[in-house]
Antibody, heavy 124, light 106 residues
C-alpha cells in the first residue's frame, strides 16, 4: 500500500525558514518523480514544486523560485521542501504527491497518490 | 503557463441528478487531463486520468470526456457520497489545477 506521510509544518514568523519532509513507502521511491502541492485555507490546489526520479529535473512555481528548494533522499525514501524567507501567502496545507508513471516521462503524469498534508502557517 | 478554468464554481443538485462540470485549458493539452475529488478535511482523490480513463475502484457513474482545450466530468446519477469539490488538473509537461467546483446538495 502506497503511503505518503508529511511532517515539519508549524507556525513560523515571516522571513523565517521551515523544512518539510515526506516519508514514502509501498513503492519503489527511486522510480518516480515526486511533487509538492499546496492548498491555502478555503482555497484551491496549487502545484509548488516537482523533482524527477533522479533529481535531474527540478521545477518550481514562479512565486517560490529562489526561496524554496526541493530535494530527495533515496536511502530514506523521503522528499523534502526547504522553505526560506516565508511569506504570509505561503500559509497552506502542503501535500506530497506521487504521479502514476515511472521514469523521466512520468514526471508530469497524473497524480495518483496524495499524502494527508502538513500545515504551514506564516504569521507574526 | 497553461491556465485551467472550471465552470461552474458552485453547482447545486439533488441525489439522482445528472451533473456536468466543464474545464477549459488556455492552450491545447491533448488528453493530458485528470479529475480529482476532494472532501472537507481530506486529501484529493484521483477519479479520471487521460481525460476519460476511470481510475481503479472509482464508480462507473463518473465519466470524463474531451480533448484539446475543452473537457467535461459527468456524474450520471448523483449519490450522497458525491457531494464534494472537484478539480481538473492538466499534466502536459507541467501541472496546473482548475479553481475547483463545489457540488452542493440542493
Amino acid at each position: 500500500e502506497v503511503q505518503l506521510v508529511e511532517s515539519g509544518g508549524g507556525l513560523v514568523q515571516p522571513g523565517r525558514s521551515l523544512r518539510l519532509s515526506c516519508a514514502a513507502s509501498g513503492f519503489t521511491f527511486d522510480d518516480y518523480a515526486m511533487h509538492w502541492v499546496r492548498q491555502a485555507p478555503g482555497k484551491g490546489l496549487e502545484w509548488v514544486s516537482g523533482i524527477s526520479w533522479n533529481s535531474g529535473r527540478i521545477d518550481y512555481v514562479d512565486s517560490v523560485k529562489g526561496r524554496f528548494t526541493v530535494s530527495r533522499d533515496s536511502a530514506k525514501s523521503s522528499l523534502y521542501l526547504q522553505m526560506n524567507n516565508l511569506r504570509a501567502e505561503d500559509t497552506a496545507l502542503y501535500y506530497c504527491a506521487k504521479p502514476g508513471e515511472r521514469g523521466t516521462s512520468g514526471m508530469y503524469s497524473q497524480v495518483v497518490y496524495w499524502g494527508q498534508g502538513t500545515l504551514v502557517t506564516v504569521s507574526s | 503557463d497553461i491556465q485551467m478554468t472550471q465552470s461552474p464554481s458552485t453547482l447545486s443538485a439533488s441525489v439522482g441528478d445528472r451533473v456536468t462540470i466543464t474545464c477549459r485549458a488556455s492552450q491545447s493539452i491533448g488528453s493530458w487531463l485528470a479529475w480529482h475529488q476532494q472532501k472537507p478535511g481530506k486529501a484529493p482523490k484521483l477519479l479520471i486520468y487521460k481525460a476519460s480513463s476511470l481510475e481503479s475502484e472509482v464508480p462507473s457513474r463518473f465519466s470524463g470526456s474531451g480533448s484539446g482545450t475543452e473537457f467535461t466530468l459527468t456524474i450520471s446519477s448523483l449519490q450522497p457520497d458525491d457531494f464534494a469539490t472537484y478539480y481538473c488538473q492538466q499534466y502536459d509537461g507541467s501541472y496546473t489545477f482548475g479553481q475547483g467546483t463545489k457540488l452542493e446538495i440542493k
